[in-house]
């Protein structure tokens, strides 16, 4: 069923916290509401959102969000070391990941607690503590916006890379995800190559993948705000790739300012991957504040909304001010993970 609402308070919609409003906001529960729609008289831009926990609204938005309420789990196991699971957009992501941990099916574990639906991660490609979502995605089911019928990708054509996709690309609008498709399987499959991980299970082989989401969710928790009680949008910045010259350079400069190897890693063709994380805090940034944001105090990749009371312009002052003091100082401009709407 279709719900409709015009000028829509977006506040309890974006992880942010941030007070706008947009022109119409849809829900709808099936790929035949979506059939249904008339998408040239809604209010433009269409544009699909799932919990907004990865945007920043930067003002009100004039044009209509679709909101999915497509929230079936389905099982496909034919007893085989190999199970898939068929998952509605609209189901919360670590929703997914809890039950997939619960059955003892190896391979969301390490997403745990990501915060969004299962639509938008697929979108997003979400990722965390050495894995990402495209590695178990064997399928994206999605309506075509153009050719107003159902359409499916096979994983490899969704065309994965670091936080993107076809969908947030050359498609971006047109395809509609309703349901992705999962491939996990029972073999004992743990990915502890993430140091936080080994140390969290206090060097133990674990045995079950809860035991690996368990962990996970002591990191997140640990480092990450609740975004129920303090507003962000999760990590705000892509790990910067860099040219391998470029490197060199930071890690010479890192050296003479105290001895201090510099994280990285290979990222291929001639190119090295630094944590932004690790170039924002060697600025000073941690926990500094910009009117009513701030960078969190435990883990300076994360914008908060400090005051509670942020405006989107208090967000975007903070984000410039971190781009050109890394930029400044390492001559590395860094890239928003967050979308900007």
Not at 210 to 236: H, M, W, Y
């Amino acid at each position: 069923m279709l719900r409709k609402e015009t000028d829509f308070d977006l506040t309890g919609r974006n992880t942010f916290g941030m007070k706008v409003r947009c022109a119409c906001f849809v829900e709808y529960d099936s790929e035949e509401d979506l059939r249904t729609l008339d998408f040239n008289s809604l209010p433009q831009p269409v544009m699909p959102v799932g919990e907004g926990s990865n945007l920043l609204f930067t003002g009100d938005f004039r044009g209509t969000l679709l909101h999915s309420g497509i929230r079936f789990v389905k099982y496909v196991d034919l007893g085989l070391d190999d199970v898939y699971m068929a998952v509605g957009a609209g189901v919360i992501f670590d929703d997914f990941c809890h039950r997939a941990c619960e059955a003892g099916y190896w391979g969301a574990e390490n997403l745990s607690l990501i915060p969004g639906q299962v639509g938008a991660a697929a979108v997003q490609n979400v990722g965390a503590y050495g894995a990402e979502v495209s590695d178990i995605i064997s399928g994206v089911v999605c309506y075509d916006t153009v050719e107003r019928k159902k359409v499916t990708f096979k994983g490899k054509d969704c065309r994965y890379a670091y936080r993107d996709s076809r969908f947030k690309g050359e498609d971006k609008g047109r395809y509609i995800v309703t349901s992705v498709l999962f491939h996990l399987t029972r073999k004992h499959s743990p990915n502890t190559a993430y140091k936080g991980i080994g140390e969290a299970l206090g060097g133990t082989d674990p045995k079950t993948p809860q035991q690996v989401r368990e962990a996970v969710i002591r990191i997140r928790r640990q480092k990450l705000p609740d975004p129920c009680e303090t507003g962000s949008a999760g990590s705000f910045f892509k790990n910067p790739v860099v040219s391998e010259n470029r490197f060199r350079v930071i890690a010479a400069q890192a050296r003479e300012n105290g001895g201090e190897e510099v994280p990285h890693y290979d990222a291929g063709e001639g190119k090295v991957k630094i944590p932004a994380a690790w170039l924002i805090d060697r600025c000073g940034l941690k926990g500094v504040v910009e009117r009513g944001a701030a960078v969190y105090e435990k883990h300076s990749l994360v914008i908060v909304n400090q005051s509670g009371d942020a405006s989107p312009d208090d967000i975007l002052a903070l984000e410039k001010r971190i781009i050109n003091e890394v930029d400044a100082r390492f001559g590395v401009k860094l890239q928003p993970e967050v979308e900007h709407i």
